[in-house]
């Protein structure tokens, strides 16, 4: 029995094929135009790739999805490079290469979680469902539709909904319960109807006449492969014409009108070759195979169904190589090669039990659970080790600037106490040659002053004033002489002892400092220094 599952490329993009080729020449045109925008030029060839050739001519639209990824990677536009790289796994998917299509596949899901795009990741998602699902695999087929589909409900996107309830439907179609397969099939058929989505219709009528055709009931499976292939046909879609053509053979096969039967699958076959549709192909050769089979002409059986085991095999699609396992064996059978016919019928069975394994069928209840509690748990743990870094980086940072505070603090409070020691030792060293120019000039008064019995200090005027070359004012005296007596005066004390203004004070030491030619940016104490000139103009030569 042929199996069929709805490749979802991105719920993004526009559905259906280009309906003339004046508007492929259009898209041709922008892509070829460099003035237009890098994203213009980008939409427009994703639209060639996926719209004009992914179903009618997958090499081809592989090439072009190179094209269009080498130029956005060039760009840095990351979501197109995504775009391209889904593209090329479903132009490798049709071809039956399903290794590499989850390759091209796990590259574009990994740039859409990195830039947070939902829609690609949805899609994306519900790909690698389907070729795990053709390669046999539906526990990891159901888990990446659930995922999937999870993200389709929250974005509220019911067309990429509808592929995926198709795609779960045919898993439950592979367990042989048709009424749950129904059930998805119908509902996903019904959610495409309703956003014109009419790929995943034509799709989801092929498997829903799958399911009349495992019946029995060949004028329902009739009339849903021939409305599959109306819309398929509408849309050049080859690879969906190839399988429609196929379904309507086996229904005549069904009916034992063999002559008409033979004429659909050879139709399909061409489909098949031309567009390089393995899977199709290999469904087309087992069913001219068991058409010759059922007409007696079992050599020319034997040919054809080899073929269709050998293509089967290729895409490594475990429902196609059970029914050519099936279809050899009973020819072998039939032709007395018993050893042929023994090993046939071990494939067959191999390739039945994979598909059909209970497990499986108790996984299908509980994998939505599992899935979503394992999801929980993650973003859980994500949380908590995200708010882990954060304490941790927050805590990093604090020390750093403590500790940089810390050596700033110790820097500043060192050289600090340095300049005050400096300070104090210079001061102490003014103080004392002061106090030794002092001593030395009231020595000198009291010898040559015979009046006075005892040492004073007395400053020499005329002395002074000559080394200036100026006259001192009686206040510019009275404040020299009070600064000689006690160096260490502040202004306020000096004018409060002279009877004079703080700022007459300022004034008068500014014009002594001049006149002394002492300047204040030169480093030193200037009041000191003032004292120290006064004391030394006031010795003897």
């Known amino acids: 029995m042929i199996k069929l599952i709805a490749l979802t490329i991105l719920f993004i993009c526009f559905s259906g094929a280009l309906s003339a080729q004046n508007n492929l020449d259009s898209l041709w045109l922008i892509w070829g135009d460099k003035t237009q925008a890098d994203t213009t030029r980008l939409r427009a060839i994703f639209k060639i790739a996926n719209d004009g050739y992914l179903y009618s001519n997958p090499d081809s639209a592989f090439i072009l999805a190179q094209k269009q990824y080498e130029f956005a990677k060039k760009k840095g536009e990351e979501k197109y490079m995504a775009d391209a790289l889904t593209i090329q796994g479903v132009s490798l998917c049709v071809r039956g290469n399903l290794d590499n ?6 590259r574009s899901l990994t740039i859409y979680q990195e830039i947070g795009h939902k829609d690609g990741v949805a899609a994306v998602s519900g790909n690698i469902g389907v070729a795990y699902w053709e390669q046999g695999d ?21 067309g990429g909904n509808a592929t995926t309830l198709i795609n779960i439907g045919s898993i439950y179609f592979d367990q042989g319960d048709d009424l749950q397969a129904l059930k998805y099939y119908q509902k996903g058929v019904n959610i495409a109807s309703e956003v014109g989505d009419q790929k995943s219709i034509a799709i989801g009528l092929s498997n829903v006449g799958l399911i009349y055709l495992e019946r029995g009931d060949n004028v329902q499976a009739l009339k849903s492969f021939k409305r599959a ?144 509690r394992k999801l929980n748990e ?10 882990k870094n954060k304490r941790l980086e927050e805590q990093k940072v604090k020390q750093i600037w403590i500790f940089a505070f810390s050596i700033f603090s110790v820097v500043f409070l060192f050289i600090y106490l340095a300049k005050t020691l400096k300070s104090r030792n210079k001061l102490k060293l003014l103080l004392k040659e002061i ?37 001192l004012n009686e206040t510019d005296w009275n404040i020299l002489c009070n600064l000689v007596e006690n160096p260490s005066i502040n202004n306020k004390e000096l004018a409060s002892q002279i009877c004079l203004s703080y700022e007459g004070v300022r004034s008068s030491l500014k014009k002594l400092y001049s006149l002394f030619d002492l300047r204040k940016d030169s480093g030193k104490n200037i ?8 004391l030394r103009c006031s010795q003897n030569n």
């Open 435 to 471: 106090q030794l120019l002092k001593e030395n000039l009231a020595e000198k008064s009291f010898v040559s002053d015979t009046v006075n019995s005892e040492k004073k200090l007395r400053l020499d005027k005329d002395r002074i004033q000559k080394k200036i070359e100026a006259k």
């Open 138 to 158: 539906n526990l990891k087929a159901i888990m990446y539709y659930k995922k999937s589909l999870k993200i389709e409900k929250e974005l509220g996107n019911k």
């Open 229 to 372: 292939l109306r819309i398929h046909e509408e849309m050049e879609d080859n690879h969906g014409i190839a399988f429609s053509l196929n379904g309507i053979g086996d229904v005549y096969r069904n009916k034992e009108e063999y002559d008409k039967a033979l004429g659909l699958y050879e139709k399909a076959k061409a489909k098949a070759i031309a567009g390089d549709f393995r899977a199709q192909l290999s469904l087309a050769l087992n069913g001219i195979g068991e058409v010759y089979k059922a007409k007696g002409e079992y050599q020319k059986a034997l040919g054809y169904s080899q073929n269709a085991l050998k293509e089967a095999q290729g895409v490594e699609v475990l429902s196609l190589i059970r029914d050519a396992a099936n279809t050899l064996w009973q020819i072998n059978e039939a032709l007395g090669k018993s050893k042929e016919a023994l090993s046939t019928y071990k494939l067959f069975i191999a390739s039945k039990d994979s598909i059909n394994n209970e497990k499986l069928k108790k996984e299908l209840v509980q994998i939505e659970f599992d899935a979503q």
């Open 527 to 534: 009041r000191m220094e003032l004292v120290i000139q006064a």
């Open 378 to 387: 993650e973003k859980a743990r994500q949380k908590l080790l995200e708010e």
């Open 101 to 106: 299509a989850i390759e091209y596949w796990e």
